[in-house]
């Protein structure tokens, strides 16, 4: 249990809400220059990989290796094909954007949207030359660790997306950071926007049909029949039950290809979180 919760405070991806000190930020700053100094003069950093400062808004992991891992996920897992139309369901700065931009071809096409300005931003600035479309959207969501400020809600949020628009649909760390309304409606548009046969790829924190979840994660009636793992900041990390995410799966036409149990709850899981490929059945 220790170990589990020195991961939530270390890692994005159990969503560390200190907030570090005006001489933190200082320091922090100088290290990520030197270390873009770095990655330039040693070519590791190519038109697509941001510089850290950015990198950093999706986790501690190394960009450009999580990107190049996830790709074969989509290939294996997925069957993603390179004239699939994408949609990136929080694409935050372009993590899987990058691998997908050399892997699409016509007529495929590639659509993202995440909750961070910034984010969006330096992605429409840097994938103007991609041998398809590459576009971005701002999504400008309140969530409480990610866009506290923000104007709209998740859970009545409408993807800016036609119906049947996409084969592939990816969603890498979204809901583990959506509390129930938000993660049912993202559920729901994602199948909405799938055209017949298209994918979903998802990754959750899923909790057996137990009494109690596991650690790190907690179970509060206000936040059922998700278990968070801070209370007093909910959205830094979700887990749900695997039967109620099956259940809402069937519900907006979806059903499972493959399931991937993820480390933290067992060494021997492909990612970290657990891996869920949905297919939209017609």
Known sequence: MLRALRGM????QFGSTRQPGMLERAALSLRLRAADLTDTLTGRRDRLTPPRRLAQQVGDSDFRETGERFLGLFETLGDLQPT???LDIGCGVGRMARTLARTLQPPGSYDGFDISAIGID???AHYRDTPVPFRFAHAD?????YNPDGHQDAGTYTFPYAADSYDFALATSV???LLPDAAERYLAESARVLSPGGRLFSTWFLLDDEAEPRPPFTRE???????V???????AAVAYPESWLR????????TIDTTHHGSWRSAAGTTLQDVIVARREH
Do not use: M, Y
């Open 229 to 235: 793992a801070q209370p007093d900041a909910p959205e």
């Open 122 to 124: 330096w992605c429409r």
């Open 84 to 86: 699939d139309r994408v």
């Open 175 to 177: 809901f583990t950071h």
């Open 221 to 227: 009636d206000r936040w059922r029949p998700a278990a």
């Open 141 to 145: 969501l309140r969530n409480e660790i």
């Open 247 to 254: 259940e809402r799966l069937q519900r907006n036409g979806l």
């Open 9 to 12: 405070a270390e890692s994005k």
